[in-house]
């Protein structure tokens, strides 16, 4: 009996992750074309309402632009995590702490300073801290192991 119940919850798990991938990429998808859309309509408008010597980007324009590449990235990031997770069954640090200094970095570029509170300010650089520095020692104790695994090999 236990062995049916966990062999239907595998199944299960396995089914509502490959859900959850397949909805990651169609939103990827549409939010891709989405922006792409969104460059090429404020293109054409540019092109229409000036001259073609004055074909730049204003400021607000260029930041929906990077908030939309972020968002992708985000995206991607996440299906990356959701597929090493079908293949391993776990779900890899780096790549969660990645996800997230993407996020923040969204987070920041969206952010008005002028308008937010100080506390907000306050717990952003306390987030954008953590994430640093839990990447710092996830990557050295990355280089620890190495450097174990080395000085096992010149033992043998």
């Given at each position: 009996?236990?062995?049916?119940?966990?062999?239907?919850?595998?199944?299960?798990?396995?089914?509502?992750?490959?859900?959850?991938?397949?909805?990651?990429?169609?939103?990827?998808?549409?939010?891709?074309?989405?922006?792409?859309?969104?460059?090429?309509?404020?293109?054409?408008?540019?092109?229409?309402?000036?001259?073609?010597?004055?074909?730049?980007?204003?400021?607000?324009?260029?930041?929906?632009?990077?908030?939309?590449?972020?968002?992708?990235?985000?995206?991607l990031e996440l299906?990356?995590?959701?597929?090493?997770?079908?293949?391993?069954?776990?779900?890899?640090?780096?790549?969660?702490?990645?996800?997230?200094?993407?996020?923040?970095?969204?987070?920041?570029?969206?952010?008005?300073?002028?308008?937010?509170?100080?506390?907000?300010?306050?717990?952003?650089?306390?987030i954008i801290l953590?994430?640093?520095?839990?990447?710092?020692?996830?990557?050295?104790?990355?280089?620890?192991?190495?450097?174990?695994?080395?000085?096992?090999?010149?033992?043998?």
């Open positions: 009996m236990k062995d049916r119940i966990l062999g239907f919850n595998q199944k299960f798990e396995h089914a509502i992750v490959t859900v959850l991938l397949a909805a990651l990429m169609v939103v990827v998808t549409i939010g891709t074309v989405g922006l792409l859309v969104m460059i090429v309509a404020s293109l054409v408008e540019k092109a229409q309402t000036m001259d073609t010597s004055d074909m730049k980007f204003t400021m607000p324009l260029l930041h929906e632009v990077f908030t939309g590449f972020l968002m992708i990235l985000i995206g299906i990356k995590t959701i597929v090493m997770y079908l293949d391993d069954h776990l779900v890899h640090v780096e790549v969660v702490l990645s996800v997230a200094m993407i996020a923040i970095a969204r987070h920041v570029i969206d952010m008005d300073l002028n308008t937010a509170a100080p506390l907000s300010l306050i717990g952003t650089g306390v953590a994430l640093a520095v839990g990447n710092y020692y996830f990557k050295k104790a990355g280089t620890w192991e190495q450097h174990m695994e080395k000085q096992g090999e010149k033992q043998i």
